[in-house]
Each structure stands twice: as C-alpha cells, then as structure tokens.
C-alpha cells in the first residue's frame, strides 16, 4: 500500500512537496533521536540499544513481506554498512569528547555544505544563486549556534578539540550515507524493501556487539530494562529520521531534502525550550530565525 502510494506521488507535480514534508518530519526525529544519544546513558550503549531495536523490528518485514535482495542490492547493502558504521563510530567519538549542544550543531551545518557539493557531482543537480544563499546563510546560522553554545561548554579545551574535529568527520561522513543513501533508494524498485535490509543490516551487523563489549565492562553495569527501553523509543524515531530522509530523496532532489533535514537544530532548541525549560535567549532565537530563513530561500529558490 506504501508502497503504491511512493509510485502513484513519483514524478508528479506533488512529489517535491511530500519530499518537503517528510524532510521536515525526518528533522523533527533526528532532533530528539541525537537528544536521546547524549542523554542519560553512554553514548556507545545508547546507539547499540537504539540499533538493536530497529533492527530487530524491522527483521520480520524484511524476511516475510520482501524478497531476498538481489546481487545489485546486497552490494549496495555491503556499502551501507561500511559507511554507517564509519559515521556512527565518528559520532560516538564526537559524544564522548563534546557537548551535545556543540557537536549537534557542527555535524548538522557542515553535512547538507557537501551534500549539495556531492549530489550536483553523483545526481547532476544544480542549485540555484539564491538556494546557494539560502545554504549560506542557513550553515552560518548554524555554525555560529555551535559557537555560542561552545561559550559555556565546560569541558577540557583539548578533549573539545578532539570531539570538535570527530564532529566534522560525522558531517562528512552524513553527507556521504545521505548520497550514498539516495542512490541505493533510486536503485531498488521497491523502495519500502530497501529500507526494511537497511535497518537490518545497519542496525544488527555491528553495534549491538560494540554496545554489549563495552556494557560488560563497565563498573557498575547500567539497568539493561531501562536502558533497551530507551533504544526502543530511539529505534522508533531512527524509522521517522532515516526513513522519511531516504523517501525525500527519492521523491525530490538530495540536496534540498539534506537541507530542510538539516533544520533539525531548530528543532533541537526548541524541544529543549518547550519540554526541557531550558532558556533561549534573543540572540539563540535569532540564529533559529536565520536557520529557517535559509532553508526557505533553498526551497523557494528551486
């Protein structure tokens, strides 16, 4: 039925408008998935239990709904979880050695930069003068979001360094899983049975295993009930947040899909603000305001 739904919106006047929404959807997601990462638990524990999670859930889909992949998607497969687990080991790196508030940022501006860069080289799109603007101004924004954030940050300046220099690794690695990503969604007929063997083979492969090592390890160990709990709810907004991306790719181009996605740090201080009470302030807000700004003018300006 999905399924049929992508096909029947494909190609049509509406399909850039859908591929508008669910990156805005994919935004909101991938805010309170990179909140749930570097909250509470280890970020290494909290990305194998949130990786566990969808790739258990989306196993049974991908064995009794789809068929086996053949040769052509096994090989994409093979690069999904190469590049995956290369982004989400920089990511873990990032968490470990930064704030959330400073590494989130730094990822999320930097990606959709070489996203466009890379989609005009692999997909032949051509942004506009005034969509350039609009990713100027919106990476800016953001850019400068990460060093107001990175004031008060209250960690060593070395171990910063560090986790800022494993934040800009992440924003490029995102911007290769994201081109990478749209180009194997493009390739499949299917694109639900693509993105059912993506969950299970990036979310059951490494991870998991990685989590469980360093799990049995620690001293004490955390609550593994509250702590799958966790991955569960993550798992959940990891099928919103990669999910809806990968569909506005398929159904609009990448690069403005990358950036509407890349509206996420809004998202991020505004939950912070609603939910979490944590002040804004004029000059946070204004940076906010330019972020949405910018990723108008790419959408208009197409």
């Not at 990511?91 to 930097?110: D, E, Q």
């Not at 998991?208 to 090592?213: D, F, G, K, T």
Request: net charge positive; glycine share 10%.
């Amino acid at each position: 039925m999905l399924s049929a739904w992508v096909g029947a919106v494909e190609g049509t006047a509406t399909a850039p408008l859908v591929a508008a929404g669910l990156a805005l959807m994919s935004a909101v997601a991938h805010a309170l998935f990179g909140a749930l990462q570097k909250g509470r638990y280890d970020p290494w524990l909290m990305r194998g239990a949130i990786d566990i999670s969808y790739g258990l859930m989306a196993l049974p889909f991908a064995l009794l709904v789809w068929p086996l992949p053949d040769a052509e998607l096994a090989f994409i497969l093979v690069g999904v979880f190469v590049i995956h687990a290369v982004y989400k080991a920089f990511m873990g790196m990032a968490y470990s050695r930064a704030a959330y508030t400073v590494v989130y940022p730094v990822v999320r501006g930097l990606a959709p930069l070489i996203t466009v860069v890379f989609a005009g080289m692999v997909f032949h799109e051509h942004f506009e003068p005034i969509q350039w603007a609009g990713v100027a101004v919106r990476s800016g924004a953001i850019f400068a979001l990460a060093g107001v954030n990175l004031r008060s940050a209250s960690v060593g300046r070395a171990a910063l360094q560090v986790g800022l220099v494993f934040a800009a690794l992440t924003g490029v690695m995102t911007a290769i899983y994201t081109t990478y990503d749209a180009y194997g969604i493009r390739a499949t007929p299917d694109p639900f049975q693509f993105l059912a063997w993506f969950f299970v083979v990036d979310g059951l492969l490494l991870f998991p295993w990685v989590a469980l090592a360093r799990w049995r390890r620690l001293d004490p160990r955390p609550e593994p009930v509250q702590l799958l709990f966790r991955g569960w709810i993550g798992g959940c907004l990891g099928f919103v947040s990669f999910g809806a991306a990968m569909l506005a790719t398929r159904l609009g181009t990448v690069g403005e899909a990358a950036v509407l996605r890349e509206t996420s740090p809004v998202f991020a201080a505004l939950i912070g603000w609603a939910i979490l009470k944590e002040p804004v302030g004029p000059l946070r807000a204004g940076l906010m305001a330019l972020i949405a700004a910018g990723a108008v003018l790419v959408q208009v300006g197409g």
